[in-house]
C-alpha cells in the first residue's frame, strides 16, 4: 500500500534525562517510519526550509519516501524544542515553515494520514482530503495548539463537525481531556458517534481504546524497558491504520498498533522497527485484548 503522511517535518530538538538531541521529528517522521517499517510505502508530504535539506537524508534511511517534501529557499523549517525533566512534556515552536496546500494532495496514494504539528493542515484541507481518498486517518493535534507566550504550545478546542467523514481519529490523552471528555472511553464512544468513524484515544494509565464497527476494544502497553516515548502517539495511529487496511479487523490492527509501540519506546530517537518482530507481539496480544459490544 501507499500512505501519505501529510504534515511538517520538523527538526526536534528533545532534551531530557538522557541529554539533548535534534533529530528529524512530526508525524511524517514517526508515523511514516512505521508503515515503512511494516512493510508499506510511507511517502512525506511537507514543507522544509534549506536549513532542514539534511533531514531529507534522515528520513530515506527511515525507509520513508521524500519525493513529496517540498524545500522552499525563502522558509525556516518548523522547530520544535521538547522538554520532558519532571515527567511533563513542555514545548515550544521557534520556527515555522509554510502551510500544507491542497494541490500538495495530488499524488498517487491509497490513503492518506493527516498529521498537523502546529496547524501547517486546515479544516478545509481535511476535507478536502476525505473527498480525495477512500480512507483518511487524522491526528488534530496541529489543529489544537496554538502558540503561547515565548512561542510555547498550548492546547485548545476545536469544533468536531469540521472533521466529518474521516476513517479513523487519533486521540492523546491530553486532546481528549480540552475536548471535554473525562476519559479514554467515554471519549471514544461518543466522538465516534458524532463523526462516525473509528476513533482511537491513548491514557498512561488506561491503554489504548478505540471505537468503531459498533465494539469499543482496549488494549494495554506493558513495556518492560521505556527509553525514549517522543513520537509514540504517531506510531499508534501509523500502526492502527496499516493494520486496518490490511486485514479490516479493528483488534488486529490495535494489537499491532501496541506491539509498534512497545518496540518503538525501547529505542532512542527515531529508529526503523522490526517488522518480524513487531507482528510476532501482535499476533501474541491479540488474546489480551478486551472487547464491548456496543
Request: proline share 4%.
Amino acid at each position: 500500500m501507499r500512505v501519505g503522511v501529510v504534515g511538517h517535518v520538523v527538526i526536534d530538538e528533545v532534551v531530557s534525562r538522557l541529554g539533548r538531541r535534534v533529530s528529524p521529528g512530526g508525524v511524517p517522521t514517526y508515523a511514516g517510519l512505521t508503515i515503512a517499517s511494516l512493510g508499506h510505502e510511507a511517502l512525506a508530504v511537507s514543507n522544509i526550509g534549506a536549513d532542514g535539506v539534511w533531514l531529507l537524508e534522515r528520513l530515506r534511511e527511515l525507509g520513508v519516501d521524500t519525493t513529496h517534501v517540498n524545500v522552499l529557499e525563502s522558509w525556516q523549517t518548523t522547530r520544535f524544542r521538547i522538554e520532558r525533566l519532571d515527567g511533563e512534556r513542555r514545548m515550544w515552536v521557534p520556527t515555522r515553515c509554510v502551510d500544507i496546500s491542497p494541490q500538495q494532495l495530488e499524488i498517487d496514494a491509497d490513503s492518506l494520514y493527516l498529521g498537523p504539528v502546529i496547524g501547517e493542515i486546515s479544516s478545509e484541507l481535511v476535507a478536502d482530503a476525505v473527498k480525495r481518498f477512500r480512507m483518511v486517518a487524522l491526528d488534530p493535534q496541529g489543529l489544537m495548539r496554538a502558540l503561547g507566550p515565548e512561542r510555547s504550545v498550548e492546547l485548545r478546542p476545536i469544533g468536531l463537525e469540521a472533521l466529518r467523514g474521516l476513517g479513523l481519529l487519533r486521540l492523546s490523552e491530553e486532546e481528549y481531556c480540552v475536548l471535554g471528555y473525562s476519559g479514554p472511553r467515554e471519549a471514544v464512544v461518543e466522538i465516534s458517534k458524532r463523526l462516525g468513524c473509528d476513533v482511537l484515544a491513548s491514557s498512561i494509565s488506561q491503554g489504548v481504546w478505540i471505537c468503531g464497527g459498533g465494539a469499543v476494544l482496549r488494549g494495554q502497553v506493558r513495556p518492560s524497558e521505556v527509553v525514549d516515548t517522543v513520537g509514540a502517539g504517531d506510531v499508534v495511529g501509523g500502526a492502527y491504520l496499516v493494520g486496518l487496511l490490511e486485514t479490516g479487523d479493528r483488534a488486529y490492527a490495535l494489537a499491532l498498533a501496541m506491539a509498534a509501540v512497545k518496540h518503538r519506546i525501547r529505542l532512542y530517537g527515531p529508529a526503523r522497527l522490526d517488522n518480524k518482530a513487531v507482528r510476532r507481539d501482535a499476533e501474541e496480544m491479540m488474546a489480551t485484548i478486551e472487547k464491548w459490544n456496543i
